[in-house]
């Protein structure tokens, strides 16, 4: 099971994915991952665990 959330816009994409992940946590889910596009290169970071795994990965990284 997966759960997708996306966004399309001018604000920073990485907190919103972040929330919008945070909302679909209660699922259950082992893993999670983000993927964004910066200019015309798709940047992707992906752990096992929880939400707080990937934010705590994408904070030095700065997606």
């Known amino acids: 099971m997966c759960g997708i ?4 816009g001018n604000r920073t994409a990485v907190p919103i994915l972040i929330e919008g992940l945070r909302r679909l946590e ?10 964004v596009l910066e200019g015309d290169t798709l940047k992707r970071v992906r752990v096992k665990g929880k939400i707080d795994e990937l934010a705590a990965r994408l904070a030095p990284a700065a997606l």
């Open 26 to 35: 209660y699922r259950g889910y082992d893993s999670a991952g983000i993927a």
């Open 5 to 8: 959330i996306g966004y399309i």
